[in-house]
């Protein structure tokens, strides 16, 4: 087991296409906090002291602005870039980063010990983030992993479809497979998926992956060959649109049982942006929390 204390990474290279724009440190809180601002200072309260935040180099400058310049005060930032160009091989013409498993690896020369992994985009709440720093200071091994789960009816919009890592669960609650599925929607109450263009219903309460893992370092090595072999599938099959994303990849390593994924529950509510539309009710919910005592008006002011 490896000792050194928790990192948290945050996944925000994405283009933000659905959006239309930087959703990473687009400001919902009253002083113009992005959501990001609200899981550092969670991971804070939880025992994190270092954040490595996954970007694009071109977008540095705006992070440190809306967002670094003010928690580096308070918590150990650094940047891992993703580069399109970073792939094995020769690199391919594309604008598009290949995914979140290629966002991952490209912090293996920062984070060294273990970490947990978040999407910039997503408010996870704070039992979460006690919930997996917990498990990363007294359970991670080089085989065992963990995710928190949601209930998907708590991580669905009325205002278009999502992508959500479905998960299967044993009874000792451990992770027996997930798949991803891309066009997830809200219909009459029901939760439904698209697939071979008819509508399939899911259960309203099962449980997904909303991208906040447990890793040990030793994900990195467990990876590289699946990396590999999903670059050279993409150069014949869709070299300009593929990408390669964290719940398949662990979905694949759970199926060759090189690992195993414990999954934590948490009472918090998840919620968060994939459309413009869903910036109205995050902001609500947000004001919410901070009228409630969860957050103090002016977040860093009040942390020691």
């Not at 602005?65 to 013409?93: C, Y």
């Not at 995710?147 to 959500?164: D, L, Q």
């Not at 919910?285 to 977040?299: F, M, Q, T, W």
Request: with cysteine; glycine share 6%.
């Amino acid at each position: 087991m490896n000792h050194q204390k928790p990192t948290l990474v945050i996944l925000a290279a994405g283009l933000g296409s659905r959006y239309g724009g930087m959703k990473q440190i687009d400001g919902v809180g009253s002083h113009g906090e992005p959501i990001i601002e609200f899981s550092i200072y969670d991971a804070k309260e939880a025992g994190f002291e270092q954040v490595v935040l996954i970007i694009q180099h071109q977008h540095e400058a705006l992070f440190k602005k809306a967002l670094t310049d003010r928690v580096a005060q308070k918590m150990d930032v650094q940047f891992a870039f993703q580069d399109v160009n970073d792939i094995p091989g020769e690199a391919i013409e594309r604008s598009k980063p290949w995914g979140t498993v290629q966002a991952l690896l490209s912090c293996q020369d920062i984070v060294k010990g273990p970490f947990a992994i978040i999407n910039a985009d997503d408010y996870y709440g704070k039992d979460a983030y006690r919930s997996i720093y917990q498990f990363l200071s007294t359970k991670v091994s080089e085989n065992h992993y963990a995710m928190v789960g949601y209930h998907i009816k708590e991580t669905v919009t009325e205002n278009g479809s999502v992508t959500r890592g479905v998960c299967d669960v044993n009874e000792q609650g451990y992770l027996k497979q997930i798949i991803e599925i891309k066009e997830i929607y809200l219909k009459d109450k029901q939760i439904h998926a698209k697939k071979d263009g008819q509508d399939i219903p899911l259960d309203n309460n099962c449980l997904v992956s909303m991208n906040f893992w447990a890793f040990h370092p030793s994900i990195y090595a467990k990876l590289m060959p699946l990396w590999k072999e999903f670059v050279a599938k993409a150069r014949i099959e869709n070299p300009e649109k593929a990408e390669y994303v964290i719940p398949t990849a662990i979905g694949q390593l759970v199926q060759d049982k090189q690992i195993q994924v414990e999954i934590l529950d948490t009472s918090d509510k998840w919620f968060g942006i994939t459309y413009q539309e869903d910036k109205p009710m995050v902001v609500r919910n947000i004001a919410e929390l901070k009228k409630n005592g969860s957050y103090p008006d002016v977040l860093w002011k009040e942390t020691d």
